[in-house]
């Protein structure tokens, strides 16, 4: 034990609040091999759906944890130790190689150059261990492998890779040995309902606004069944027959007591039917929750956009549970093309990595690759899209090294998947997606093309990072051939906009947005088509205009990439505004202005078949911190950022954008600019002035006309005063 | 329901036997994922293993079964059909796409085109159906799929295949519905010990011969605990410190009870040490096995080869458990060098092709591949060569089309492991093994060369039955290819021999057996070649002897095909009599009669770690079937076959060799030959006689010197007069 340890031993003792040895192994933590509980919980979390009672599963391939693992670590102790072992499953542990007899609960480790081996076999859930010792404790530098090849010599086993540990997700606790992995729960706290009412044939309870967890009945008496109908409207729950979540409840109590129900449900409304011999005095819920800080924050002079974001930020939070689901009341699933949208969301409020990357690690499952992500071709791109962002944000190189082997073959999924002319054409099997909206999707469909070239420069960076050079120069010359062929073979120079799709070597008619609007953020087009897609494509209402949260986010995305911060404020005022005018406590799935009352409701030929909290409708959180606030990384992991603040109409707006370490803080009008950074990395605020602008601080440069650019070092406090010139 | 049917309903009734449901619904049974129950059940047979207390896992990677199924089928039912539905999983039911509500346990469908789907969830045993209507019934006949993918028009789905029914497999009761799959379990039946002595400590049992099961106590009292010390030896069980398995039993019991122990293990003897504080009355146990009938019999006019028969078949019963194991004491794993000689075995005595199907099956997991099987390069290749037998034996296409994509899986493997001369030479990770002796396995092993050449052969022949004609010609040359080299590369003119290795191009001095004698019966030399390797390897005690029966079997087999019948029958006395004449009563994993006493028991550098109940202990039976009563086919499943009887020394003998459907009974002295067949298929006589032989009721053809040959068609019985000239 070195000095300081002790000290702080003795300090600890001294004020009697944590015991001696809760310091020492403060960094125990179970582990597992790396994904494995991602893909267990996923399975577990995927296949909770039901519809009016029946069991729903997804209709996409799971995979499952290796059943046997052996986890391994070499030290070389001071003095010996007392180690004590949690498993999660039937095991056997190895000093040295020798067998310990039994399933001990307790080893003593002697001084010295020792090996510690646990073998783990659970088929039921993950096989994880928690050890604690003085000295040796269970953490992420622990090796482990699902085939241990005894028997060479060579110590070089390719399978052997570093165990997860999970004291990086404090929201999850893992750091208990008395608590299994598989017994993990997301948190609750009670939450009282806004009104109870009684209607024909029961109550009719209202908590106020969306919400997620367990409804709970209190002074339940009486026997035989009780029918809870839920709601994310009033008109879903009264709607017994066509409501999309129901559950039957046997009561059978001959003494008034509390019941809280066992499954979770997502609803504003319930309606509660019991038979004529059943009671209850009043209904309560448990709000199931993710315990994630909201690190980002938004403000500005404009209220509505005030509480646009802040119901923006319920409606991510609420979807973002074991994984990013979709949407609380229906799926509950993990769909690639949603949750791609949550990372970059939370990115701007949350920068939650484990969650991130549990999902990527979930979403991928392991080998063989037999179907695309969610069998959906743009699904699989959003995945390979997702990498390049969350490393682009986070700078985690190790979570690139650990699923490296994974997203190669994946990649070669793809490859082995193109037609003749090196595009991705649906074959049986492939859904070709992109939005719920009418769409000829056969074909070479320029978006996949677009996606597809973005996943091969994806592979390219982190074949790189993985000094795999033959890789990366093989997937750089191919995303580097596939972006040459996208201009000959779908733009159009007549209608100045890359065409929907190519069938049999032809350009469709079909003008889309999505193709158009993609490219211009991902930077594949000179200005000239920049602003031919902006006025005959995105401007242009006789393009078949967007319906979806989902797509609406890219195309304000591009917009805002264009400069149009004015434009996108109205429609996000307009768009996600309107829903707020129809009472929206959490933004929907789908969202068309000229429907009307519960037309609102239908979606998938059923009453109530949309979802009124969807993570994809939470898009402001993300725009309004990327392009208004303007904070975005430019080197990984925000080692450089930029700050290019944007009113967009707007008076004043302050707020705050999350890194991996830090925040940048800033405020702005059209007079003055506050910015402070506590992130660990250089940023550049660039702002547009029709005056020479002042800050004491630091030096201000001049990069274009009215265009300047100043540095932003780590926890300093900068004041611009300036005249704005957007 | 068809006239018949009613007739035999009505009469059912009339007996009142059988209900009337249970003959319509006769059919019935549960259904899963092809592989899937026995990845599953192996995953839980070899995870018993302990070694003195402590969970003692395989070294090997471990697959899953698939977690989400979907089962489905289409139909055209005359009329309207109440179906009962049983799951184990959770479940959703679909009729004709549309979802049922809830979990039914019984739905109705009406007549007509119909289709029903089950989707089933199941993390922790095998997603099963069991579904029994009138007309539909879940068997063979369903389709299943892990994906479904129903976003596809096509209906051509490849993952698509149809589903496993159970009915084939007499031993094993999956026709009750409400018995789930996963609790199926070996038969047992009780057995009363031989004696009990006590002894200082504790009392010693003795079970009269080696044995496997449940212990069972009765009038157990008292508090405290009981240590059981098994033994396949006396001295094993007396020896507590030593001994290779052991059970602690709590005991805690005011009033005396039974008690019979939770795990089976293996013994003969059993020494029971209770703390002074626990009494009990007596001990017997519950025998488990596999109910199989032994099919084949063999009895002659030596009363030692009689023993030798009987005791190798119950060594071999005693193996076949919910698998084909190595040994039931230590390893109870599947090993599929071991495994490759029980079905060889297994055809001479049950003929039960589902013990064969779920090994290999067990055994070949799923993809992706990363090792070889148990890592052990030999054992992949004798994969290769149970489905060759296997073929050959039963000519059951249905299970080589339902594997057939993993066979190429593995071959895939196997080929991207070749060097530069197409050969296969141990890399990191793997095993070369042949055999328990001092060998140099390094660089290119000629046994191994010989292996893989027969599993291409293994792999032409299956493609060509798949109709897969590229891979067929692919595979036919690769075989070609590497025979050809075979002899360049291993063979030595001056010594008659293949040598065992090839070092960087260069021929190793060392001469074993094993190599020559698998090329002479897989029929790759000629007679010249063939000779030389008897007169220089088999019988030339300068060449390392072989002390395991694992490769005595090879090694006898070898001089079978050669005609030594004779110099065999007395190795068998020698070798397998000389295990007898130290009380065997199991044959075991290693007999070397220069050591003595407790010596026999010692291996692996642990006083009692041999087995001395071992598959491949029992090869006589193969030996005596096929050389000496001499039936083997020769075209798939016994369509062709033939009987050439040799008695190697013998006055006379009798027996049966099953077939997949029938049997070839024979019987044989110096002067008559009686064959009688029941097998759906022709057979061919062959015999060597001095005179000219005679029978009433078939042709005798005349086919070399002394040597003759007839047709034996099936349920005739003939009767040859001959006068013997082996």
């Known amino acids: 034990m070195n000095e300081m340890k002790k000290i702080i031993v003795a300090f600890a003792l001294l004020l009697m609040i944590i015991p001696a040895e809760e310091i020492l192994a403060q960094k125990a933590t179970w582990i597992w091999y790396p994904g494995d509980y991602d893909i267990w919980l996923s399975n577990k979390m995927q296949n909770r759906r039901t519809e009016r009672g029946a069991f729903y599963p997804p209709f996409w391939r799971l995979y499952s944890h290796y059943n046997l693992v052996d986890f391994y670590k070499k030290y070389d102790l001071p003095e010996g130790d007392e180690v004590e072992i949690f498993v999660e499953g039937d095991y056997n542990v190895k000093i040295d190689g020798k067998l310990v007899s039994g399933r001990p609960g307790k080893v003593s480790i002697p001084g010295g150059k020792h090996e510690l081996h646990l073998k783990v076999y659970n088929q039921v859930a993950v096989p994880s261990i928690f050890v604690r010792g003085k000295q040796v404790v269970s953490d992420g530098s622990w090796m482990v492998t699902y085939e241990d090849k005894e028997w060479i010599d060579d110590s070089g086993n390719a399978s052997d890779i570093s165990a997860n540990p999970w004291l990086e997700a404090d929201h999850r606790n893992f750091s208990d040995p008395r608590v299994l992995p598989s017994a993990y729960k997301l948190e609750t706290r009670p939450e009282q309902a806004k009104s109870t009412v009684q209607k024909e044939k029961g109550w009719l309870i209202d908590f106020g606004r969306e919400t997620f967890g367990y409804l709970s009945f209190h002074g339940l008496q009486g026997s035989g069944k009780m029918m809870v109908y839920y709601g994310e409207s009033e008109e879903e729950a009264l709607a017994t027959t066509t409501c999309e979540t129901l559950d039957e409840i046997p009561v059978n109590k001959e003494v008034a007591e509390d019941m809280t129900l066992i499954e979770s449900r997502a609803f504003r409304f319930v309606y509660v039917v019991p038979d004529p011999s059943v009671r209850f005095g009043s209904v309560s819920m448990f709000y199931e929750f993710l315990p994630l800080e909201e690190r980002g924050r938004f403000r500005c002079s404009d209220e509505q956009i005030n509480k646009i974001w802040e119901v923006a930020a319920y409606t991510l939070h609420l979807n973002s549970r074991e994984f990013f689901t979709d949407g609380i009341k229906r799926d509950r699933w993990i769909w690639s093309g949603d949750a791609y949208q949550s990372y970059l969301m939370n990115y701007y409020l949350f920068f939650d990595s484990p969650s991130v990357k549990q999902t990527l690690v979930a979403l991928r499952g392991k080998d063989p690759v037999s179907s695309h992500i969610n069998t959906i071709m743009d699904y699989t791109f959003y995945w390979f899209l997702g990498i390049y962002d969350y490393y682009l944000y986070s700078g985690d190189k190790a979570f690139i090294e650990k699923y490296y082997p994974r997203m190669v073959s994946l990649m070669e999924f793809c490859l082995n998947r193109r037609n003749g002319e090196g595009m991705m054409a649906g074959l049986p099997g492939d859904w070709v997606y992109i939005d719920w909206a009418p769409l000829d999707n056969k074909g070479e469909v320029s978006f996949e093309q677009l996606l597809f070239a973005r996943s091969l420069e994806t592979m390219t960076i982190c074949a790189t990072l993985m000094n795999d050079r033959p890789s990366a120069s093989r997937y750089g010359k191919l995303a580097d051939d596939l972006k040459a062929k996208l201009i000959p073979a779908f733009w159009s120079e007549e209608k100045h906009a890359f065409v929907h799709s190519r069938i049999d070597g032809k350009q469709s008619d079909a003008i889309t947005r999505y193709t158009n609007m993609f490219a211009i953020f991902f930077g594949y087009l000179d200005s000239l088509k920049q602003h031919g897609i902006k006025e005959h494509v995105l401007m242009n209402d006789q393009v078949q205009k967007i319906t979806t949260p989902y797509m609406r986010f890219y195309e304000l995305e591009a917009l805002c990439a264009l400069g149009e911060q004015d434009y996108v404020r109205r429609e996000i005022k307009d768009y996600w505004g309107g829903m707020l005018n129809l009472g929206a406590t959490s933004f929907w799935e789908k969202y068309d202005p000229s429907e009307k009352g519960a037309e609102h409701y239908a979606m998938y030929g059923r009453p109530f078949g949309k979802s009124l909290c969807h993570a994809w409708g939470a898009s402001p959180i993300y725009l309004l911190g990327k ?74 440069r001049k990069s274009g006309e009215n265009e300047y650019e100043m540095t932003i070092l780590k926890n300093t406090e900068y004041l611009v005063k300036y005249k704005n010139a957007e």
């Open 627 to 700: 392009y208004f606030l303007g904070v975005k990384p430019v080197a990984p992991g925000y080692r450089q950022y930029t700050v290019e603040p944007r009113l967009g109409g707007l008076e004043w707006m302050e707020g705050s954008v999350p890194a991996p370490l830090g925040n940048v803080e800033l405020s702005c009008n059209q007079k003055e600019i506050r910015v402070k950074s506590t992130v660990d990395g250089t940023g550049t605020l660039r702002f547009k002035s029709l005056t020479k602008p002042a800050c004491k601080t630091a030096a201000i």
